[in-house]
């Protein structure tokens, strides 16, 4: 079983900082990609930052400049730092990873509980 533990959401002022951390355990043989999602009240979820196991990574084109994507591999640990934070960031964020456990040849989608960031005007 592999579990994806996040942590460092909060409430901050607009043009402040949070950095997201999301933990992947457990039963784990490969990580193919590590990213991170957003879920605004009423809107869809959307892609927010993701990494590749070789390093590739891709942000939004909201968050460009603002926010960075980087990984631990150490540590099956990726981190969003999100800096000149807008009221148009609040949202809830979701970790998201693809692995592949011990044993399986398969390739899983797994998610993380969310934690919520809050910016205030």
């Known amino acids: 079983q592999v579990q994806l533990v996040e942590s460092g959401g909060g409430l901050v002022q607009a043009g402040g900082s949070l950095r997201l951390s999301c933990a992947a355990s457990?039963?784990?043989?490969?990580?193919?990609?590590m990213g991170w999602y957003r879920q605004a009240p009423g809107k869809q979820r959307e892609l927010v930052a993701a990494v590749t196991s070789a390093g590739t990574t891709n942000h939004a084109d909201s968050v460009k400049g603002r926010f960075t994507i980087s990984t631990d591999n150490a540590k099956n640990t990726v981190y969003l730092q999100m800096n000149s934070l807008q009221p148009e960031d609040t949202a809830v964020y979701y970790c998201?990873?693809?692995?592949?456990?011990?044993?399986?040849?398969?390739?899983?989608?797994?998610w993380g509980q969310g934690t919520q960031v809050t910016v205030s005007s």
């Open positions: 457990g039963s784990i043989f490969s990580i193919q990609i």
């Open positions: 998201n990873a693809i692995i592949q456990s011990h044993g399986s040849i398969r390739w899983d989608d797994y």
